[in-house]
Nanobody
Framework: QVQLVESGGGLVQAGGSLKLSCAAS????????MGWFRRAPGKERELVAS????????KYADSVKGRFTISRDNAKNMVYLQMNTLKPEDTAVYYC???????????????WGQGTQVTVSS
């Protein structure tokens, strides 16, 4: 089992930046693929970014490509999402998730955090 706790959300103006953090406990995440999801009001959950166990492979939703960067520090059991040039449409609850297997292709995210709210004002 792995427990995930997100932090770093908040209110920011359009064009601003935020960095989300995901702290893992219970086991090492070094063999897990990790992802950041978001759910906006009235919308379905969206996979925003994912990263393989080594950090060597990343993938982004088209809506955030070039603005968001996912990274991980396996030694610290941490995953991050740097969000730049934020837009009002980025407003959502952001969730950290972990997938056994280590690869981001067809990853099955079995472990989830409680989410952190990101609100971008125009």
């Amino acid at each position: 089992q792995v427990q995930l706790v997100e932090s770093g959300g908040g209110l920011v103006q359009a064009g601003g930046s935020l960095k989300l953090s995901c702290a893992a406990s219970g086991r090492t995440i070094s063999s897990l693929a990790m992802g950041w999801f978001r759910r906006a009001p009235g919308k379905e959950r969206e996979l925003v970014a994912s990263i393989s166990w080594s950090g060597g492979t990343t993938k982004y939703a088209d809506s955030v490509k070039g603005r968001f960067t996912i990274s991980r520090d396996n030694a610290k059991n941490m995953v991050y999402l740097q969000m730049n040039t934020l837009k009002p449409e980025d407003t959502a609850v952001y969730y950290c998730a972990a997938a056994p297997g280590g690869t981001i292709v067809r990853a099955s995210y079995d472990y989830w955090g409680q989410g952190t709210q990101v609100t971008v004002s125009s």
